[in-house]
């Protein structure tokens, strides 16, 4: 089992089964959910903040440093092993995820689906959510059109604009 779900959910994974982002989880399981999701992008301030140039500081902003880490990792991704890509993707989502969750609020649930967590926010009212682990392997891999600024400020739009009944995932 990984660090990251050893963080998440104490050594074990959530039993829920449910296929879809809008599940919300306990409102104990929640608060310790979003410590644990803060601890790790803490963590990835931690790791890459000195690759960064200093410039991992939870905002929006910041994702032009994570953009530009990696791109810069891309460039040795093919000697990557799995367990090293996994926790790139793991501890940079969970930093893009904390930067949303600071700018909109909004609570962390479980995509069982892709395995990984997803931010929710407007709820009830709207549900806009955000899951970026694809984005980050692309981009970890090279691919130029996952672009992370790009992906979060769509993301951010969405939000800003949102409307009642609306629910729109971002992945």
Request: aromatic share 10%; charged share 25%.
């Amino acid at each position: 089992m990984s660090e990251f779900f050893k963080k998440l959910f104490g050594g074990s994974r959530p039993q829920n089964k449910q296929n879809t982002v809008d599940h919300p989880i306990g409102q104990k399981q929640n608060d310790t959910f979003e410590d644990a999701m803060s601890e790790i992008a803490a963590d990835a301030v931690d790791k890459f903040g000195v690759q960064a140039g200093n410039g991992l500081d939870l905002t929006p902003g910041s994702l032009a440093a994570v953009e530009s880490l990696l791109s810069e990792l891309s460039e040795r991704s093919g000697d990557l092993t799995v367990e090293q890509e996994s926790e790139i993707v793991q501890l940079l989502g969970a930093y893009i995820l904390e930067v949303g969750r600071r700018e909109f609020g909004g609570k962390y649930s479980w995509y069982e689906a892709g395995n990984e967590p997803v931010l929710v926010v407007g709820q009830p009212v709207f549900s806009i959510a955000m899951i970026p682990g694809d984005k980050v392997r692309g981009r970890l891999r090279g691919d130029e059109a996952d672009n992370i600024p790009f992906f979060y400020d769509g993301f951010a739009e969405r939000a800003r604009r949102a409307e009642p009944g609306d629910a729109i995932t971002y992945v």
